[in-house]
């Protein structure tokens, strides 16, 4: 007999679909993946008390009822808020850039000045991305001010190129806000699930119509009667890179164990101007919880090759074009869909990602 459903990646993609076909449409699945966990980049583990994300710190967001209520199917969450801070000339301020941040990096009459401009511009509480800040000739400086510090030097670590070189959507993903909000996200649902990502997983997949199998290769499945293939690895290697490699960064972690109850005073502290690592994250803070130790780790860019995990396509109209062949290739084919972040060479939140899938769904349906 062959397989009726197999989905290939047991992330966040392939969990919620594997979770729906199953629940609602009572058909098998069957979920493969390389690593030996499930979950993807959301898998995260206990360290002696402390909730620690293996692959880099991961805080749901959403303004979605839909993603919201769905996930609450499996967890409860922590109303976690989350709140990043940047070394910039010796001061750790809020990011994104703000109106604290703007009175903690200048002396009182400029930043004055400078708020007064901004909320003559713009009305208070609106974000605005820093390509339309550089339009207004009044804030010119300060553009360039929050340019050069908390983007440039940031994007030539992450990207390993200009953010000229970019698309335009990465300088929009963390805006100047015109307002005194520290949060990072504004959206209305945010949090933490209480016991873990791993434990929500689990629980997606808790229907014996779902088999899991870790540490196994597409490769093996290939040549299998298989009815439906939902697919979220790359796309490129689907498909043996005829057109080429699409091109990823990758990162490295440096876990560390600290025997104080606090190493920094926030769970994420971005370095975009010192050092090689971009960021260190602290992981009790994402469920405050209350230990004599602490977890952190440093963030390094690295470039992709293969082996590694994949982490960010790297979005250019080149790439889009090279992604745009792939895509058509994929349409050629009957009954095998691409999903994920990389089955798609689009960077999701994880709420984009669920919402993806659950209008696939209903598609299918």
């Keep these: 007999m062959g397989i009726r459903n197999l989905i290939v990646g047991a992330g966040i993609s392939g969990l919620v679909l594997a979770e729906r076909l199953a629940n609602e449409l009572k058909e098998e699945v069957l979920v493969i993946d390389r690593r030996n966990h499930i979950g993807g980049n959301l898998y995260d583990y206990d360290d002696e008390g402390v909730n620690v994300h293996k692959y880099g710190a991961h805080i749901f ?14 967890t409860q969450f922590y109303p976690y808020m989350h709140e990043v801070k940047a070394l ?11 109106l604290n941040s703007l009175r903690m990096l200048f002396p009182e009459s400029l930043a004055s000045d400078l708020e007064s401009k901004l ?11 820093i390509l339309e800040l550089s339009k207004i000739e009044d804030l010119k400086f300060l553009s360039e001010f929050i340019y050069e510090n908390i983007f440039y030097h940031y994007t030539l670590k992450q990207w ?17 806000c015109i307002g005194k909000d520290n949060r990072y996200f504004k959206d209305k649902f945010q949090g933490i699930p209480f016991e873990g990502y791993t434990k929500m997983c689990e629980r997606m997949v808790k229907n014996p119509l779902i088999e899991v199998r870790l540490q196994s290769d597409f490769k093996e499945f290939k040549n299998l009667e298989i009815q439906r ?11 043996d890179y005829c057109f080429g490699e699409l091109p990823y960064r990758s990162l490295e972690f ?61 979005p ?33 939140d994880m709420d984009k990602a669920i919402l993806n899938v659950l209008e696939l769904f209903d598609k299918l349906r």
Aim: with cysteine.
């Design 61 to 74: 967001h959403t303004d979605s009822c839909k993603v919201w209520e769905y996930l609450r199917q499996f």
């Design 88 to 98: 910039i000339n010796g001061c750790y301020v809020p990011i994104p850039f703000n």
């Design 119 to 129: 909320l003559k511009a713009y009305p208070y509480g609106s974000r605005v991305s």
């Design 160 to 176: 390993q190129c200009s953010p000229k070189d970019l698309d335009s959507s990465v300088l929009s993903r963390v805006p100047v």
């Design 229 to 239: 293939v939902f697919y979220s690895g790359g796309i490129d290697e689907f498909f």
């Design 254 to 314: 440096d876990f560390r164990k600290i025997s104080k109850e606090y190493f920094q005073s926030a769970s994420v502290i971005n370095y975009p101007n010192n050092y090689d690592f971009t960021r260190i994250v602290e992981y009790k803070y994402f469920l405050s919880q209350k230990t004599s130790r602490s977890v952190i780790s440093f963030e390094y860019p690295k470039n992709y090759s293969k082996g590694m995990e994949r982490f960010y396509p790297v």
């Design 316 to 348: 250019n109209d080149k790439n889009r074009a090279l992604y745009e062949k792939y895509l058509q290739k994929a349409l050629e084919l009957e009954n095998v869909y691409f999903i994920g972040r990389l089955g798609k060479y689009e960077y999701f």
